[in-house]
């Protein structure tokens, strides 16, 4: 079994006063589209042709991230993350695509909305910790990243107790920029 997700890949991003999100031996910046869990090995083959399929057409964008976050809430933080302000639209749109894309191999579509974010620290149970304040309180405008989004990619995650391993399975590229 396979432990996959597709996502769009980001260059490392700094945020001040953390570290670096993505950053050589680290699992990578990137933004889920859709988590698919375990997954037998054999269906790699199917599932990259329902997105080769489902993501033909669409074309690369210029992304940002500013500003940092927090899920469930900015009081109760368990998740950080650094806020999709420029690219939402199209983002939402290629995860709507992997979603049509992946349902007709009994993948269910997501329940709510699709939100985009890059997770930059999980936090523990328990009260929330000062220094995760202290960075939400920091950084609510924070500039972070300026990027074009250029590919969308199947990766398989495997999870070791230094952190997760990703490695990219299929990736598929997105039409050039016009201009």
């Known amino acids: 079994m396979l ?9 490392p991003v700094t945020i ?24 037998p090995e054999p269906r790699v083959g199917p599932i990259g042709l329902a997105l080769e399929a489902g993501l033909r057409g ?35 749109g290629l995860a709507e695509r992997v979603e049509g894309a992946l349902a007709g191999l009994g993948f269910p579509r997501e ?18 910790s000062p220094g995760a304040l202290d960075l939400l309180r920091r950084h609510p405008d924070t500039r972070f990243l300026v990027a074009v989004v250029r590919r969308v990619e199947l990766v398989s995650s495997v999870l070791t107790p230094e952190g997760a391993v990703h490695t990219p399975l299929v990736a598929f590229p997105l039409a050039p920029l016009p201009g």
Request: aromatic letters at 6%; glycine letters at 12%; zero cysteines.
């Open 58 to 92: 669409a074309a690369s964008f210029p992304v940002s991230l500013q500003g940092l976050e927090a899920f469930p809430s900015r009081e109760r933080p368990r998740v950080l993350y650094a806020k999709v302000v420029n690219g939402q639209p199209e983002l939402a």
């Open 3 to 11: 432990r996959l997700f597709v996502s769009v890949p980001l260059p």
């Open 111 to 128: 329940g709510r909305p699709w939100v985009g974010h890059l997770t930059v620290k999980r936090l523990r149970p328990g009260p929330p």
């Open 16 to 39: 001040p006063g953390l570290g670096t999100v993505g950053e050589e031996g680290s699992a990578g910046a990137h933004l889920t589209l859709k988590f698919l869990g375990s997954v």
